[in-house]
Protein backbone atom coordinates (compact mmCIF):
# COMPACT_ATOMS: atom_id res chain seq x y z
CA UNK A 1 0.00 0.00 0.00
CA UNK A 2 1.47 3.63 -1.09
CA UNK A 3 1.81 5.91 1.34
CA UNK A 4 3.56 8.72 2.56
CA UNK A 5 5.63 9.28 5.98
CA UNK A 6 5.37 12.31 7.96
CA UNK A 7 9.44 12.32 8.54
CA UNK A 8 9.20 13.67 4.91
CA UNK A 9 6.74 16.38 5.30
CA UNK A 10 8.79 17.28 8.48
CA UNK A 11 11.80 17.32 6.59
CA UNK A 12 10.43 19.86 4.09
CA UNK A 13 9.32 21.59 7.42
CA UNK A 14 12.78 21.59 8.99
CA UNK A 15 14.26 22.73 5.23
CA UNK A 16 12.16 26.07 5.89
CA UNK A 17 13.11 26.27 9.28
CA UNK A 18 16.85 25.83 8.94
CA UNK A 19 17.78 29.54 9.75
CA UNK A 20 16.25 29.78 12.95
CA UNK A 21 18.09 28.05 15.24
CA UNK A 22 15.94 28.32 18.16
CA UNK A 23 13.57 25.80 16.86
CA UNK A 24 16.46 23.06 17.29
CA UNK A 25 18.59 24.49 20.05
CA UNK A 26 16.60 23.96 23.44
CA UNK A 27 18.25 24.69 26.81
CA UNK A 28 19.75 21.79 28.60
CA UNK A 29 18.41 19.29 25.71
CA UNK A 30 21.34 16.91 24.30
CA UNK A 31 20.65 16.72 19.93
CA UNK A 32 18.49 13.66 19.56
CA UNK A 33 16.35 14.93 22.75
CA UNK A 34 15.50 18.60 20.57
CA UNK A 35 14.82 16.81 17.53
CA UNK A 36 12.57 14.82 19.15
CA UNK A 37 10.86 17.92 20.69
CA UNK A 38 11.25 19.61 17.15
CA UNK A 39 9.20 16.09 16.20
CA UNK A 40 6.41 16.80 18.37
CA UNK A 41 6.02 20.66 17.79
CA UNK A 42 5.83 19.47 13.98
CA UNK A 43 3.71 16.76 14.46
CA UNK A 44 1.57 19.44 15.82
CA UNK A 45 1.88 21.96 12.97
CA UNK A 46 0.98 18.79 10.27
CA UNK A 47 -2.18 18.43 11.85
CA UNK A 48 -3.25 22.36 12.07
CA UNK A 49 -2.01 22.43 8.73
CA UNK A 50 -4.10 19.68 7.14
CA UNK A 51 -7.11 21.04 9.38
CA UNK A 52 -6.64 24.17 6.84
CA UNK A 53 -6.25 22.20 3.78
CA UNK A 54 -9.16 20.48 4.70
CA UNK A 55 -11.41 23.31 5.76
CA UNK A 56 -10.55 24.98 2.67
CA UNK A 57 -11.04 22.17 0.09
CA UNK A 58 -14.36 21.11 -1.23
CA UNK A 59 -15.98 17.73 0.09
CA UNK A 60 -15.66 15.67 -3.62
CA UNK A 61 -11.76 16.52 -3.62
CA UNK A 62 -10.15 12.71 -4.14
CA UNK A 63 -7.19 13.86 -1.91
CA UNK A 64 -8.37 13.22 1.64
CA UNK A 65 -5.46 14.59 4.11
CA UNK A 66 -7.54 13.30 7.37
CA UNK A 67 -6.38 9.87 5.72
CA UNK A 68 -3.84 9.22 8.06
CA UNK A 69 -2.00 6.93 10.35
CA UNK A 70 -1.06 8.37 13.81
CA UNK A 71 0.16 5.05 14.86
CA UNK A 72 2.72 4.78 11.91
CA UNK A 73 3.02 8.59 11.27
CA UNK A 74 1.98 8.11 7.97
CA UNK A 75 -0.48 8.92 5.10
CA UNK A 76 -2.43 5.80 3.85
CA UNK A 77 -1.85 7.65 0.32
CA UNK A 78 0.90 8.80 -1.39
CA UNK A 79 1.64 13.04 -1.62
CA UNK A 80 2.99 14.43 -4.86
CA UNK A 81 5.96 17.16 -3.96
CA UNK A 82 3.54 19.71 -4.55
CA UNK A 83 1.31 18.56 -1.53
CA UNK A 84 4.04 17.92 1.02
CA UNK A 85 5.69 21.76 0.36
CA UNK A 86 1.94 22.32 0.66
CA UNK A 87 1.62 21.06 4.43
CA UNK A 88 5.28 22.36 4.99
CA UNK A 89 4.57 26.28 4.21
CA UNK A 90 1.32 25.91 6.09
CA UNK A 91 3.72 24.67 9.21
CA UNK A 92 5.73 26.85 8.78
CA UNK A 93 3.10 29.58 8.94
CA UNK A 94 1.77 28.20 12.28
CA UNK A 95 5.39 28.45 13.97
CA UNK A 96 5.34 31.94 12.55
CA UNK A 97 2.13 32.59 14.69
CA UNK A 98 3.18 30.80 17.61
CA UNK A 99 6.02 33.14 17.69
CA UNK A 100 3.88 36.54 17.34
CA UNK A 101 2.25 35.17 20.47
CA UNK A 102 4.86 34.71 22.03
CA UNK A 103 5.95 38.29 21.50
CA UNK A 104 2.10 39.52 22.51
CA UNK A 105 2.83 37.80 25.87
CA UNK A 106 6.22 39.96 26.35
CA UNK A 107 3.90 43.05 25.63
CA UNK A 108 2.51 42.36 28.78
CA UNK A 109 5.84 42.92 31.05
CA UNK A 110 5.84 46.79 31.62
CA UNK A 111 9.40 47.44 31.01
CA UNK A 112 10.60 51.36 31.53
CA UNK A 113 11.48 52.67 28.33
CA UNK A 114 15.04 53.79 29.76
CA UNK A 115 15.82 50.02 30.32
CA UNK A 116 14.73 48.83 26.60
CA UNK A 117 17.59 47.93 24.23
CA UNK A 118 14.90 47.22 21.50
CA UNK A 119 11.55 48.55 20.66
CA UNK A 120 8.85 45.28 20.99
CA UNK A 121 6.46 47.12 19.24
CA UNK A 122 8.34 47.28 16.34
CA UNK A 123 9.28 43.76 16.27
CA UNK A 124 5.75 42.80 16.58
CA UNK A 125 4.89 45.09 13.42
CA UNK A 126 7.57 43.76 11.59
CA UNK A 127 7.07 39.80 12.71
CA UNK A 128 3.10 41.03 12.33
CA UNK A 129 3.57 41.41 8.74
CA UNK A 130 6.06 38.89 7.88
CA UNK A 131 3.02 36.46 9.22
CA UNK A 132 0.09 38.51 7.06
CA UNK A 133 2.89 38.13 3.73
CA UNK A 134 3.56 34.27 4.84
CA UNK A 135 -0.36 33.29 5.34
CA UNK A 136 -1.34 35.36 1.85
CA UNK A 137 1.40 33.11 -0.50
CA UNK A 138 0.49 30.49 1.49
CA UNK A 139 -3.49 31.05 0.71
CA UNK A 140 -2.48 31.59 -3.10
CA UNK A 141 -1.03 27.95 -3.31
CA UNK A 142 -3.49 26.44 -1.66
CA UNK A 143 -6.22 28.19 -3.73
CA UNK A 144 -3.71 27.10 -6.67
CA UNK A 145 -3.67 23.80 -5.66
CA UNK A 146 -7.48 23.28 -5.14
CA UNK A 147 -8.34 24.95 -8.67
CA UNK A 148 -6.19 21.77 -10.07
CA UNK A 149 -6.61 18.30 -10.67
CA UNK A 150 -4.12 16.64 -7.68
CA UNK A 151 -2.65 14.54 -10.67
CA UNK A 152 -2.18 15.97 -13.97
CA UNK A 153 -2.44 19.56 -12.35
CA UNK A 154 -4.43 20.78 -15.05
CA UNK A 155 -6.74 23.25 -14.07
CA UNK A 156 -10.31 21.91 -13.20
CA UNK A 157 -13.15 22.77 -15.62
CA UNK A 158 -16.84 23.12 -14.50
CA UNK A 159 -18.88 20.33 -16.72
CA UNK A 160 -21.58 22.68 -18.09
CA UNK A 161 -23.38 19.94 -19.81
CA UNK A 162 -24.45 18.00 -16.17
CA UNK A 163 -25.43 21.21 -14.89
CA UNK A 164 -28.35 22.02 -17.82
CA UNK A 165 -31.98 22.18 -16.18
CA UNK A 166 -33.10 19.22 -18.12
CA UNK A 167 -31.48 16.65 -16.26
CA UNK A 168 -33.88 18.05 -13.39
Known amino acids: MPMTS ?3 VYEAFYNKME ?19 A ?7 LVEAIAIIELKK ?9 DYDDE ?3 FNWDLSKVEINL ?23 HVPSTLQ ?3 PANERKTVKALIEDIHAENMTMLDDYLSKD ?12 SLSEDDS
Not at 39 to 45: C, L, P
Not at 150 to 161: A, I
Open 6 to 8: FKK
Open 19 to 37: EDSSFFNYFDLNEKQAMAL
Open 39 to 45: AERAHTY
Open 58 to 66: EVDETADFY
Open 72 to 74: ILA
Open 87 to 109: LACLMYEQEYKRQYSKLKAFEMQ
Open 117 to 119: VFS
Open 150 to 161: RVTRKFKTLEYD
